[in-house]
């Protein structure tokens, strides 16, 4: 399995900005589809964006679609997320995840997880 680790989480004023990385170790990153995921406190982990193994195929929720974007460095062996716009809806703890299918957006589908990094943003 592929071992994750998030960072870049933080406190952001809404309308500001964060950039998330995971950066993957163990098996062959470029191998994996890998998505990010969000949880609230009290709610479900829910699906937030997903990026196939090459990048080619993107997709988002449509509660981020236009302000998120996700994107990978294979090279680097590192999947990142660019949040714009940010709103305080979107406070939440953000996961990195990997699935050994070339591309998913369903939970159940994703076997690794990072610890996830903690995103506030205040009003």
Avoid: H
């Amino acid at each position: 399995q592929v071992q994750l680790v998030e960072s870049g989480g933080g406190l952001v004023q809404a309308g500001g900005s964060l950039r998330l990385s995971c950066t993957a170790s163990g098996r062959s990153f470029s191998n994996y589809g890998m998505g990010w995921f969000r949880q609230a406190p009290g709610n479900e982990r829910d699906f937030v964006a997903a990026i196939s193994w090459s990048g080619g195929r993107t997709y988002y929720a449509d509660s981020v679609k236009g302000r998120f974007t996700i994107s990978r460095d294979n090279a680097k062996n590192t999947l990142y997320l660019q949040m714009n716009s940010l709103k305080p809806d979107d406070t939440a703890v953000y996961y990195c995840a990997a699935t050994t299918l070339g591309f998913s957006i369903e939970r159940t589908a994703f076997g690794s997880w990072g610890q996830g990094t903690q995103v506030t943003v205040s009003s």
